[in-house]
Every structure is written in C-alpha cells, then in structure tokens.
C-alpha cells in the first residue's frame, strides 16, 4: 500500500540486462534452413543472437535483469510500491509474470501487471510508470521488458526464425524534480492487426515483414521527429537515439530521417537480433555498461510492434 502524494517528473535511476548464454550465430541457422550468413547480415543486420534454455522462463530472465536493475538504482526491494513487465511471449496465459518476479526479487506486495504492447511494450511502460509516479499512485517503479521469442517462432521458417532473439532489460524509475520521462508520442493501427500475429497457443508468429518494414520507414522518423519537438530537443541535440531493434536497415532509415547528426546509435540488434519488448532496455542498458550512453544524455527512445501499435519518448540517461 502506499500513500504517495506524486511528483514533479520521473527518471530512470537505474538500468539492468540479462542475455542467456547460449548464443546462435547465423551459420548454425543456416544448418537447418535455407539462408545463409550474408543475406541475414545484409537484410536484417543480425549476426548473432541469445537463445534460452528450455527450463529458462520470461520470469526468470527478467528477474535477472530486474536484479541488476535495483542494484544500479541502489534501490532497495522494499522501496518498489509498483512492478510492470511489457512481455507478449510469456509461457502461459495466467498468472501474469510481474507478481511472481517482485516476490522472487523480495519485493513485499507491490502493484503488479503487465502490459502487451509487444514491441512498443517498454515504452507504454515508461509513460505508465511516468504518469504513476507524478500522480501519486506509485512512487518507485520496476519496469522490465522480457521476452521469449523462441519459443514461438517457426524454427523452419526462414522469413522469421533468423531475426528474433531471447533477453530481458529492466529499469527502475523514482520521482524527480526535472522531467526525466518527456511527453509520451503513441499510437496504433488496428487496421494492419495481422500484420503481426501468433494466432493461438499452438501456433508460431507470423510476420508480413515487408509490410511491417514500410510501415515502419514511412511512420516512425515522423513519430521520432514529433516526440523531439514535444521534448523540446533539436534531433541535433539527442545525444542517443535507441530505436526498437527490429532491422538495421530500419533503425538506419529512422535516424536518418530524424536528422541526429550527433548521435549515439543503439546497433544492439547485431549481436542480440530483435528481442521484442526487451529490445530497448538491454540497447540502452549496453550502451550505459560501455560507457557510450552517460548520465544526463538526452535519450530518444523509439518502438514499434504488433498491433500495430507505437510509441516513443525523450528520456534522461540515468
Ligand atoms: O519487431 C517487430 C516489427 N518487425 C519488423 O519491423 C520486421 C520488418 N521487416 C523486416 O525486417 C524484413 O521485411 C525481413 C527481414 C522480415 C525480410 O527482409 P526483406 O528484405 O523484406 O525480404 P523479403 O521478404 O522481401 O524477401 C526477399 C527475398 C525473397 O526471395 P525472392 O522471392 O526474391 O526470390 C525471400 O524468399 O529473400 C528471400 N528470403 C531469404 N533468403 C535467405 C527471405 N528470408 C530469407 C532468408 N535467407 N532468411
């Protein structure tokens, strides 16, 4: 329970990313359908990705991001009042994942739910946890995207097996006195639903990846664009661009559609494909480790998904 009275802004105190182990690279992919290491890397600029092991869970993996996320924070369990996971690959459909990962992590009855906005997922988190914090109804916030997509990709379909792999980013978000979260630009399409599918619990994904790829480099430099201006930041002035991990070629379009000039680039996809929700808290997360993402950056955080839905914002680099 908690009593908060809300806050002028929010921020990201802290950041935290798990990968599993195992790592697939595209020749092994190759040994059992037909591509090959150049188209891969030249269509979608994957070069490797992480696979979970079959006794690995969603659950599992963000409660290893979320971990490192608190300890980053200098977060105590006990201060998170609200835990939100953005997931649309969870092994079942009840219970959601976010009151088992807080009690796995020791966090004492906080709220709990997740939120399937698949690929966008983390950042309608991050608006969520914003407008929770400012109003009063949570005042620190785990926000953790986790997914894994290999267990519901067709392993012989060769349009989708190669782009998507398994992890789990985590931030946790506290009150501030600046604006650490800016305005919020989101959206959806439902008219182009199956674009995107895994139509039952039996099924795989299924992707129209031509039609989701001109969508995506014809709707998200405006989205980009716009999120900057409601900031109030030249694209010259980002210091980081973290563009959903989809396709190299989209984040490149996107970027240069924008105009950063001066930006930092998050290339994550490269040597962990596209992990969906997790893809731009473990981009961020990787930069921030580097030392190429320092505290206080203008961020730009940008994602698209199924649904089709968007979303993306300026943040600060905790
Ligand atoms: O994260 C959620 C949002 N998802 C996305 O944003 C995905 C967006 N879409 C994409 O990233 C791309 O469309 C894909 C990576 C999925 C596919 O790349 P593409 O350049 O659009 O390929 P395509 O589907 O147009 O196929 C071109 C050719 C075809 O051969 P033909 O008909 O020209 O002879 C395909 O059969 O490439 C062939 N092909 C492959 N060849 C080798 C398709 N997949 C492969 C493959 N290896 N894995």
């Given at each position: 329970?908690?009593?908060?009275?809300?806050?002028?802004?929010?921020?990201?105190?802290?950041?935290?990313?798990?990968?599993?182990?195992?790592?697939?690279?595209?020749?092994?992919?190759?040994?059992?359908?037909?591509?090959?290491?150049?188209?891969?890397?030249?269509?979608?600029?994957?070069?490797?990705?992480?696979?979970?092991?079959?006794?690995?869970?969603?659950?599992?993996?963000?409660?290893?991001?979320?971990?490192?996320?608190?300890?980053?924070?200098?977060?105590?369990?006990?201060?998170?009042?609200?835990?939100?996971?953005?997931?649309?690959?969870?092994?079942?459909?009840?219970?959601?994942?976010?009151?088992?990962?807080?009690?796995?992590?020791?966090?004492?009855?906080?709220?709990?739910?997740?939120?399937?906005?698949?690929?966008?997922?983390?950042?309608?988190?991050?608006?969520?946890?914003?407008?929770?914090?400012?109003?009063?109804?949570?005042?620190?916030?785990?926000?953790?995207?986790?997914?894994?997509?290999?267990?519901?990709?067709?392993?012989?379909?060769?349009?989708?097996?190669?782009?998507?792999?398994?992890?789990?980013?985590?931030?946790?978000?506290?009150?501030?006195?600046?604006?650490?979260?800016?305005?919020?630009?989101?959206?959806?399409?439902?008219?182009?639903?199956?674009?995107?599918?895994?139509?039952?619990?039996?099924?795989?994904?299924?992707?129209?990846?031509?039609?989701?790829?001109?969508?995506?480099?014809?709707?998200m430099?405006?989205?980009a664009?716009?999120?900057?201006?409601?900031?109030?930041?030249?694209?010259?002035?980002?210091?980081?661009v973290v563009p959903h991990q989809a396709?190299?070629?989209i984040v490149?379009?996107i970027v240069?559609?924008?105009?950063?000039?001066?930006?930092?680039v998050a290339?994550?996809?490269?040597?962990?494909?596209?992990?969906?929700?997790?893809?731009?808290?473990?981009?961020?997360?990787?930069?921030?480790?580097?030392?190429?993402?320092?505290?206080?950056?203008?961020?730009?955080v940008l994602a698209?998904?199924?649904?089709?839905?968007?979303?993306?914002?300026?943040?600060?680099?905790?």
């Amino acid at each position: 329970m908690n009593s908060a009275t809300g806050s002028p802004g929010a921020r990201i105190l802290g950041l935290g990313h798990y990968r599993p182990s195992k790592v697939l690279t595209n020749d092994d992919i190759a040994a059992f359908v037909d591509t090959n290491d150049a188209w891969i890397r030249d269509r979608v600029g994957v070069v490797t990705r992480h696979i979970a092991a079959d006794d690995e869970s969603v659950v599992d993996m963000a409660v290893a991001a979320a971990g490192k996320a608190l300890a980053a924070a200098g977060a105590e369990a006990d201060s998170i009042d609200l835990v939100v996971t953005a997931t649309c690959t969870l092994e079942a459909s009840l219970p959601g994942a976010s009151a088992t990962i807080a009690t796995r992590l020791g966090i004492p009855g906080p709220g709990a739910f997740d939120l399937n906005a698949a690929c966008a997922g983390f950042c309608y988190g991050l608006t969520v946890a914003d407008d929770a914090i400012r109003c009063g109804s949570a005042q620190r916030v785990l926000l953790i995207g986790a997914e894994k997509l290999s267990a519901w990709v067709d392993w012989t379909d060769r349009s989708t097996c190669i782009i998507f792999g398994d992890a789990a980013g985590a931030a946790v978000i506290g009150g501030s006195e600046t604006t650490g979260i800016g305005p919020v630009v989101w959206g959806s399409d439902g008219t182009r639903a199956g674009a995107i599918t895994i139509p039952g619990r039996d099924a795989a994904m299924h992707m129209e990846g031509q039609a989701v790829f001109r969508w995506a480099t014809t709707t998200m430099g405006k989205v980009a664009l716009e999120a900057c201006r409601r900031a109030g930041v030249a694209p010259e002035d980002i210091a980081i661009v973290v563009p959903h991990q989809a396709n190299l070629r989209i984040v490149d379009a996107i970027v240069r559609q924008l105009g950063a000039t001066n930006a930092v680039v998050a290339r994550d996809i490269v040597d962990s494909g596209n992990t969906s929700a997790a893809s731009i808290p473990l981009a961020l997360s990787r930069l921030v480790e580097r030392g190429e993402a320092r505290t206080g950056d203008d961020v730009l955080v940008l994602a698209f998904g199924a649904g089709l839905t968007f979303a993306g914002q300026v943040i600060t680099c905790p």
